[in-house]
């Protein structure tokens, strides 16, 4: 049980296009989505939490108009990097907590790679 | 605000035998939840055991427990019979029950786990 899915696993894109990334509670309900972005040898970096049917919260120094977050259902949360550069480069993870969150299950990353 | 410091950028051990990796946090709150969370080479983060803070019982899960120290605010991981497939980064996080902090999980750096054959 709590599985995360996340696609795509890896993406390789050119400077200024939009990259969606799709994050799924497969077998139980999430009010709670995280994304976070994590750096080689580094700790997670939480980017900002989403709560189904409302707006995402984002954590400071993180652009809410570069990387939009949808959570439309309580099994479905999107990250959407607009207008990627080479900087956004990275590796990123969502985390989905069941309705008790006491919890985090966590997908198995994205690895984007920008031209 | 809460703290979580691992002290351990890494550390070895041989197959088969027992490891600690040490975990140390900071908070005001009297009730809260701590986890290890592991990340092995393919980068998928597992988790390995949870403790509630109002348990006075340490968390188990097989071949790994916990020491929760919650006075000393210490909580460490003890894996046994340690094996191959344990390599990974191990990393403590701390989780407010409070739901103004939309329960995000404070990371600790992470440790490196090396088991040597």
């Known amino acids: 049980g709590a599985v995360v899915s996340q696609h795509p696993s890896r993406v390789i894109c050119k400077s200024g296009t939009s990259v969606k990334i799709e994050c799924r509670s497969l077998?139980?309900?999430?009010?709670?989505m995280f994304w976070y972005r994590q750096f080689p040898k580094q700790s997670l970096m939480l980017m900002a939490t989403?709560?189904?049917?409302?707006?995402?919260?984002?954590e400071q120094g993180v652009e809410k108009d570069k990387f939009l977050i949808n959570h439309a259902s309580l099994t479905l949360s999107t990250l959407t990097v607009t207008s990627a550069h080479p900087e956004d480069s990275s590796f990123y993870i969502c985390?989905?907590?069941?309705?008790?969150?006491?919890?985090?299950?966590f997908g198995p990353g994205t690895r984007l790679t920008v031209l | 605000a809460q703290t979580v410091t691992q002290s351990q950028p890494e550390m070895s051990v041989q197959e088969a035998e027992t490891v600690t990796l040490s975990c140390t946090y900071d908070?005001?709150?009297?009730?809260?939840?701590l986890f290890w969370y592991k990340q092995p080479p393919s980068r998928q983060m597992i988790l390995v055991i949870r403790?509630?803070?109002?348990k006075q019982q340490n968390a188990t899960e097989n071949r790994f427990s916990v020491n929760f120290q919650k006075a000393a605010k210490s909580f460490s991981l003890k894996i046994s019979d340690s094996q191959l497939g344990d390599a990974a980064m191990y990393f403590c996080?701390?989780?407010?029950?409070?739901?103004?902090?939309?329960?995000?999980?404070?990371w600790g750096a992470g440790t490196k786990l090396i088991i040597k054959p």
């Open positions: 996080a701390y989780r407010s029950p409070m739901m103004d902090s939309n329960y995000q999980l404070i």
């Open positions: 989403s709560n189904e049917g409302s707006k995402a919260t984002y």
């Open positions: 985390s989905a907590s069941p309705l008790t969150p006491d919890t985090q299950y």
């Open positions: 403790q509630e803070a109002y």
């Open positions: 077998d139980f309900q999430a009010t709670t």
């Open positions: 908070t005001s709150e009297s009730d809260y939840y």
